[in-house]
């Protein structure tokens, strides 16, 4: 499976699970430490966690285990680290916060439909 496979099964996975906005952001040839991001909203804290942990149940099926996992446990943001794959589950609130997609304005933003 190539990165970007990868990057939309993380797509297709949030949205089976009712995530919301979902975004992928091509960021290949603007940062060094990845190249997709996955961006995506849900609805509740409980969403988030249970949003993070079908990403992370699919891709080990396909045999990619996540690296790192940052923000457990009521931040309003879990960010999954892949390797070349960042995925970021927020609550809507702290999506309007960082607001990352207007950093990654200039790159591809790939849209997954919900």
């Given at each position: 499976m190539t990165i970007k496979e990868y990057a939309l099964l993380a797509g297709k996975t949030l949205s089976d699970k009712k995530a919301q906005d979902i975004v992928i952001v091509d960021i290949?040839?603007?940062?060094?430490?990845?190249?997709?991001?996955?961006i995506c909203s849900g609805g509740s804290e409980r969403q988030v966690q249970s949003l993070a942990d079908d990403v992370e149940d699919a891709f080990a099926k396909e045999g990619l285990l996540v690296k790192s996992i940052e923000g457990r446990q009521g931040s309003g943001w879990i960010l999954m680290d892949f390797g070349d794959i960042i995925v970021n589950v927020f609550t809507k609130?702290?999506?309007?916060?960082?607001?990352?997609?207007?950093?990654?304005?200039?790159?591809?933003?790939?849209?997954?439909?919900?």
């Open positions: 290949q040839g603007k940062a060094t430490f990845a190249d997709y991001f996955v609130e702290m999506r309007e916060r960082y607001n990352i997609e207007k950093v990654w304005g200039d790159c591809e933003f790939i849209e997954v439909e919900e």
